[in-house]
């Protein structure tokens, strides 16, 4: 019998549909339940890519006996974390500041008031490593409960009351200057892994958004360290196993410092973060390297996450059949010395071995490895190597494949828009930028309402029940805003406008400019989340305030610009301290710094190739944030087309910054002078 979850849209909340366990989604309803038969709820939190979270599913929750006990003590709550960002952020705050840790599964007890008074995360079913069972937690918790009530409501009464006062200094309102931002770079320098690239120790997180900062900084500045940095930690990533050698596309981490063991899972979010990163180091440095993960990585998700309503599904398991009817982490992509002969033959299995590093030892469990591309000594023939990877990849093909999750998520489809759009107009593929402009389509047909409320996700061409975070109108705005400089389609400009309305007004603390993760009229949790500091994406925080920038630039609004720049305090107190936490804000910053510049590109007819031309370079200039309108002379899809006639007839481009203009021109060389491309 399908418990209360068989109606609902994420895949994650619907793989525990046919459990013995009779959980809720998240509700008032359940809450009223463990009201009126006086039990604790249990809240679990995970997302339908998590390993632990499959492993834990089917040690207990599929488990009669633990199902049995959990029914008849507590009122059981399964949440995406995917879908319901805000009450996972507001309970593993709570995780961490008990324990020190946290992660997912997320297994918290709370009273009947939402009150949490029990944390952890995995439990085994049996006790191991230090660990208690599951069902010693239950049995624990269950007769504190019914013989210690007092200390359990007190206990979870002072966590929401610590919570509640758990504030970070936000340093004000001004933007960082010079000395913050060199600060930063300092601060990642101490942190760089000058032998593998990266930042830190294991397990080791791509980390895109610092290297936005890191390109912006050199853009703006001419450091020579801060690109290196980029460049190299680029290159170790795509050369390690934690970039797919075959099909493209980064997975979630390395559980190694050399970025040689992932962990195999591919999240949408990090494939489109890591597109654009790679286009923008091609465009700084003209790494052909850059350019082919760049492709390869849009290739990636067009082929593998779009759905068929022209969204971007989440993610790809970790987890798929080995062949034998197991799930096993890798399956999908390791290979034996065996598995190359089969499909190759001796000679190219050989060959294979030595370009890809598949040893008789094996770099990952029972002999098989992940395949890398490392740097070495001997040369290969591109045609035979393009041969083999393409022979593999159709053996890999026929493997079972990873499940995938198909919610499409709003924030992460605004930031595969931003990345198809750029990587799209910078290498001549229309395609991409029309899988850009289909999923933006599908956010403004399926997401946004009437007064552009957006939905947080869809699924099968069926808005989510839960309304959108900050990430949400920030991500998407952002992604909206870089469709419009690269089709000239000023519609774009106008949604994004629309949705940063919702920022200023739902979002944004009136009295200090502070924001916050959920929108003043949202579900109240036991704590409104407020984090500007980034995670696996850029926080909504520092995304609201690159989106508001650039919308600023684009339309001279001033309420924008200062909305912008009182965001950008929180990055002037953490980015000295914390640069790696807050990469995407110091890009931002950067941005500002720069101005950033306004360029306006006009042509006789948006047709006129010579006015491509002239757009095509603006696109490539460097500059920190700068942003690029495109059209006829005259038009009026642009606030930054007005004005703005052409010089001698001749398609003609306009850069300014700070209310200063510099005299225009029709020649692309001084355009690329004056972008910095």
Request: hydrophobic share 40%.
């Amino acid at each position: 019998m399908p418990n209360r979850l068989a109606h609902e849209t994420s895949p994650y909340l619907l793989q525990h549909a046919d459990n013995p366990v009779d959980w809720w989604p998240w509700s008032d309803e359940a809450f009223a339940e463990a009201r009126r038969r006086d039990v604790p709820v249990l809240l679990s939190v995970g997302y339908s890519s998590c390993h632990w979270c499959h492993v834990m599913a089917h040690e207990s929750f599929e488990d009669e006996a633990t199902a049995r006990y959990l029914n008849e003590h507590f009122v059981s709550v399964k949440v995406d974390r995917e879908e319901r960002p805000d009450v996972d952020a507001v309970y593993m705050e709570a995780v961490q500041a008990a324990t020190g840790q946290g992660g997912w599964p997320m297994t918290v007890f709370l009273t009947a008031d939402a009150e949490p008074f029990y944390f952890g995360t995995y439990f085994p079913p049996a006790p191991r490593h230090g660990m208690p069972s599951f069902r010693q937690v239950l049995e624990g918790v269950r007769q504190a409960w019914d013989t210690r009530r007092e200390e359990v409501t007190d206990v979870a009464g002072k966590i929401v009351r610590d919570l509640a006062h758990r504030e970070i200094g936000y340093g004000g309102t001004e933007v960082p200057g010079e000395e913050e931002l060199a600060q930063a770079l300092l601060g990642l320098t101490r942190e760089y892994d000058a032998q593998r690239g990266g930042f830190g120790t294991a397990p080791k997180f791509p980390p895109a958004m610092a290297i936005e900062f890191l390109l912006r900084h050199h853009a703006r500045t001419g450091s020579e360290g801060a690109l290196q940095m980029a460049r190299d930690t680029c290159e170790r990533m795509a050369r390690g196993g934690i970039y797919d050698q075959l099909g493209g596309g980064f997975a979630r981490y390395s559980v190694d410092r050399d970025w040689v063991v992932p962990h195999f899972e591919k999240m949408l979010y990090d494939n489109a973060l890591l597109c654009r990163v790679y286009a923008h180091l091609w465009r700084a440095t003209g790494s052909e390297l850059a350019r082919r993960v760049a492709l390869e990585t849009a290739d990636f998700m067009v082929r593998e996450l779009r759905t068929k309503e022209g969204g971007f599904a989440s993610a790809l398991d970790a987890d798929s059949d080995d062949g034998t009817g197991r799930h096993v982490e890798g399956a999908y992509y390791v290979w034996t010395p065996e598995q190359l002969t089969e499909v190759l033959g001796e000679r190219d299995a050989e060959l294979a071995a030595r370009c890809f590093k598949v040893t008789e030892e094996g770099t990952f469990e029972q002999g098989a490895s992940v395949l890398q591309l490392p740097q070495q000594d001997s040369v290969f023939d591109a045609e035979q190597v393009a041969s083999v990877r393409s022979r593999l990849l159709r053996a890999r093909s026929a493997r079972p494949a990873p499940g995938r999750d198909d919610k499409v998520v709003a924030a992460w489809n605004g930031l595969a828009i931003a990345a198809l759009a750029e990587t799209g107009a910078y290498f001549g593929r229309p395609d991409l930028v029309d899988a850009a402009a289909g999923a933006a389509d599908l956010l403004v047909r399926l997401h946004m309402d009437e007064h552009a409320g957006l939905s947080r996700t869809s699924r099968d061409g069926r808005a989510g029940a839960n309304a959108g975070v900050l990430e949400d109108y920030a991500d998407v705005a952002e992604g909206f805003l870089a469709l419009a400089s690269v089709t000239g389609e000023g519609v774009w400009l106008d949604f994004a406008g629309l949705l940063l309305g919702h920022v200023l007004t739902r979002f944004t603390d009136p009295a200090s400019g502070t924001l916050y993760d959920t929108a003043v009229d949202a579900e109240k949790l036991i704590r409104r989340p407020q984090d500007p500091t980034d995670n696996a994406t850029p926080s909504g925080w520092s995304a609201a305030a690159g989106a508001l920038l650039s919308y600023a630039a684009h339309t001279g609004s001033a309420e924008h610009r200062t909305a912008a720049e009182k965001a950008l305090g929180v990055v002037r107190a953490l980015g000295p301290r914390v640069p790696r936490f807050i990469g995407w804000g110091l890009a931002v910053a950067e941005a500002a710094l720069d101005g950033p510049r306004e360029i306006a590109v006009v042509g006789a007819s948006p047709d006129d190739e010579a006015a491509k031309a002239l757009h095509h370079t603006a696109l490539l200039g460097t500059a920190p944030g700068a942003v690029v309108a495109f059209g006829a002379a005259g038009g009026e899809e642009f606030p930054l087309l007005e004005g703005r006639p052409l010089v001698g007839g001749e398609p003609t481009a306009y850069v300014c910054r700070n209310f200063a203009c510099d005299a225009p021109t029709t020649d692309p060389d001084r355009l690329r002078a004056a972008l910095g491309g």
